[in-house]
């Protein structure tokens, strides 16, 4: 046993059919990282065992008989009384649980063991599974990112939700998913299984953050809150659709907000730091011109706004100049601001950490940002660099247009009463006019090193 983790009983519950599948590679990456932590494991192997995954009628009715109801489960039973951390590993089908596992909580996580039924002094079902203090999940989904989260995510959210639910209070949760699993690659799938095991640390006492480990399970401050309803579970991902809640270097929350005007740079200074420090990143910008495309297409700034779908963000042209004015424009509408402040602060404060770029970060969404970044370059460099992107879909587009447009945008978002584009007055400055792009990554990058916890 590892100092730190002498208390450390993992429960695997190991759902697929096939033992050559990508999720037994995932399996093992668990095992092997909780074994290297000093880990006690038993690991239960749904579809080796042959688990039936159906309640029956007989089950049904004695399912709040506390005497009876975890007969021939038995061993599941012991396993839930024994563990103190709860890991599932299984492959999403139809963005949820397989049945083989969805069968599984049906049929042992009963009454009495997992839960207490409610009584005459509870009106709700109250937790049992109180000795689990770490809960994790690690699936793969065929789906993209975007569309898992657009449609809820049934399957994560049945157990780091609801199973959490009738955890410890102060249960941490770990979460990786690889997502667009069918277009997956040998490469794509080795830095999967890293994400995992760097994950796995997570759920390891001793290596997680105080903050994260007092969060209560109602009343996070990244829960659900009222507002930008639909965007709620949405945000940006890395490329390959890997999925970044499991955190890499940061424990519990850490906010870099990168404000400044156009193509000043922010948005590849973001991604870079996003990527380096495993960050999961939000281009605020995107949300704007979403709702810009929207109102051009004939919808109510307000209305596109409240809205808001991930779909949208995913339109080919908001990258356009067009698409630039028309979010300048509905940015300037105080209500539309107002529609997406919950999203991006949720996002802000996430677990794991987050980036976000934009005009307001450090002073309206985020004011309690760790780091604060103001990312300016004189207007001739920044008209080059937009030309320079812009240039190969639009041939009929000049430098000079570029310029103006920039220029006419800054006008805007500087001298707009809601939320101005300005800096924090804790901002660091960063002058990208005459850096390459490793050299203001690097020294944005630095200045992330300075506040990072630890
Ligand atoms: O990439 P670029 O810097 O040109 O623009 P962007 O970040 O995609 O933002 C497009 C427009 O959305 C900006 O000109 C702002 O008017 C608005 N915006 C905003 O008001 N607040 C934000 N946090 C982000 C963008």
Redesign the pocket.
Known sequence: MGEDSAEMRALVIYCHPDPQSFTAAVRDTVLARLETAGAELRVIDLYGEGFDPALSRTELQTYADTVVNTRGIEAHAAGLEWCDTLVFVYPTWWYGLPGMLKGWLDRVLMPGLAFHMPDAEHRLIRPGLTRVTGLAVFTTCGASWWLTAWVGAPGKHQLLRGVRAICAPNCRTAFAAHYLMDSSTPASRARHLARVAATVERLVPGRTSGRLRRLPFLGRRDGPAAGSARLAETGTRRQDGSDQDGGRRVQGSFTIAIDG????G??TISRALAEKFGLAHL????L??ATGAKVADGMAPITAAEGLMPADLERGDLRSAEA?QA??RV?AIPEVRTALVDFQRRFARRQGGAVL?????GTV?CPEAEVKLYVVADDETRAKR?FAELAASNPELTLSTVLEDLRA?DR??SERAA?PLKPAEDALVLDTTRMSIDEAVEAAAAAVVARMPG
């Open positions: 005007p156009a193509a000043s922010k948005g281009d605020t910008g995107l704007y011109r630039g979010a300048s940015a770029d934009g005009r307001d970060i969404i937009r945008r805007r978002d939320s």
